[in-house]
């Protein structure tokens, strides 16, 4: 079935350090769409990004990531870690083959320190 | 402005009990959806629905019933509640079938 894998459960940064979270997902559809969220304590997940454009970058809030289907990955980016980014990152699929469903991974935390 | 609102926030219940989650959007959105969130598990779906009195199965929905009503309501039903559903569970409405849903503020439920 469809799914998708966060391989980190916890990454751990210094603030003005590069952010990578990892994602890579599994489907038999080709048309996939991506998301990542961002949850913080005590708000609702809300959207960061998406995608469904293959080698296409695609950025928001200082944050990018690129859909690769070659590779099945959608790897969430950003160039210096503020205080501020320390939550929980859901990376998400959607198989686009007319269900509406929507899949999620385990989820990143990211915490960064001073 | 697009909302999702959950009702309760919170709850507490024996083991066995009966409690039924609300969720209601008022941005006359087609999906919604339940989820649970687990530390170590992410969030996982249980129920979703693309319209009224349209019912879909997630992943995990062993223990839950769910009824959407109108287009508006979407309720999560446990009708023998166990220590295993204690979890925070989100509700989440989408315009179409790859649109991003946009996420209620959660409902803690404590099962004791």
């Known amino acids: 079935g469809d799914s998708v894998t966060q391989k980190e459960g916890l990454v751990t940064l210094t603030e003005g350090l590069p952010v990578m979270l990892n994602c890579t997902y599994q489907?038999?559809?080709?048309?996939?769409?991506l998301f990542w969220y961002v949850h913080y304590l005590n708000e609702s997940p809300r959207l960061l990004l998406k995608s469904s454009t293959d080698n296409k970058r695609t950025e928001h809030q200082g944050f990018h990531a690129t859909l690769h289907k070659s590779s099945s990955s959608f790897h969430l980016q950003k160039s210096s870690a503020q205080l501020s980014d320390s939550a929980l990152y859901y990376c998400a699929l959607n198989t686009g083959a007319n269900t509406g469903k929507l899949t999620f991974g385990h989820g990143t935390i990211l915490r960064v320190h001073p | 402005e697009a909302a999702v609102t959950q009702s309760p926030r919170n709850k507490v219940t024996v083991t066995g009990g009966n409690v039924t989650l609300s969720c209601r959007q008022t941005n006359s959105h087609n999906y919604m959806y339940w989820y649970r969130q687990d530390t170590g598990h992410g969030l996982r779906l249980i129920h979703y629905s693309y319209g009224a009195g349209n019912l879909q199965i997630g992943d995990v929905p062993d223990g839950y019933k769910a009824t959407r009503t109108t287009q508006e309501d979407f309720f999560l039903l446990l009708e023998l509640a166990s220590p295993s559903q204690t979890s925070l569970y989100f509700c989440?409405?989408?315009?179409?079938?790859?649109?991003?849903?946009?996420f209620g503020e959660g409902t803690r439920l404590s099962v004791l």
């Open positions: 489907t038999i559809y080709s048309n996939a769409f």
């Open positions: 989440a409405s989408s315009a179409g079938y790859n649109q991003a849903p946009l």
